[in-house]
C-alpha cells in the first residue's frame, strides 16, 4: 500500500504491469512506475492544479538540464506564459529528510534556472522560499502564491 502524503487526496490511475505498478503522470501523458519519489511528485503536481489553480499548459515534469557541465533533471518547474521560470519543485521519497543539502541541490538548479520560487517537498513536510536575487538568499514563506496571470 503507498503511504499517505502530507496533501489533499487525489483520484489517480494505476496499472499493473509485470508486478511493477505504474501510475498515470497527466503532464508526460503517460505510466510512470510508481516509486516513492514518483508518489510525491504525482501528489506535488496535483496540488500545483487543484490547489494553487497553475494551468497544465505551464508545468513540466522530470526535465533534464545542465548544471556546472552536469546533466541533472528536475522534479517539476511552472512556466510564467513569457517562458520564465515561475517555480521549480525538488520531490524527495517520504523518508528521505529535507536538509541543508537538499535546499543547495534546488539553489544549484535554480542558478540555471532562475526561478521566482522553490519548493521542496518529501510529501509530508514542504517548504517553499521565495528568491531575492539581489542578495543572492531565499527567504521562506508559509506557502507558494496561486497562480495570477
Given at each position: 500500500?503507498?503511504?499517505?502524503?502530507?496533501?489533499?487526496?487525489?483520484?489517480?490511475?494505476?496499472?499493473?504491469?509485470?508486478?511493477?505498478?505504474?501510475?498515470?503522470?497527466g503532464i508526460r501523458k503517460k505510466f510512470v512506475v510508481l516509486q516513492p519519489e514518483e508518489w510525491v511528485r504525482q501528489h506535488c503536481v496535483q496540488y500545483l492544479i487543484h490547489e494553487k489553480k497553475y494551468p497544465n499548459s505551464l508545468i513540466n515534469v522530470e526535465k533534464e538540464l545542465t548544471v556546472n557541465d552536469l546533466k541533472k533533471r528536475y522534479d517539476i518547474v511552472i512556466f510564467n506564459t513569457d517562458g520564465s521560470i515561475h517555480l521549480i519543485v525538488e520531490c524527495k521519497a517520504p523518508k528521505v529528510a529535507i536538509n541543508q543539502t537538499t535546499f543547495d541541490q534546488i539553489a544549484?538548479?535554480?542558478?540555471?534556472?532562475n526561478a521566482s520560487y522553490l519548493m521542496v517537498t518529501n510529501g509530508l513536510n514542504h517548504y517553499y522560499c521565495q528568491m531575492d536575487f539581489e542578495n543572492e538568499r531565499y527567504n521562506f514563506l508559509k506557502d507558494i502564491p496561486e497562480y495570477s496571470k
Open positions: 500500500m503507498v503511504q499517505k502524503l502530507n496533501f489533499p487526496t487525489y483520484s489517480f490511475r494505476f496499472k499493473n504491469n509485470e508486478n511493477k505498478v505504474s501510475i498515470f503522470d544549484r538548479y535554480n542558478l540555471v534556472l
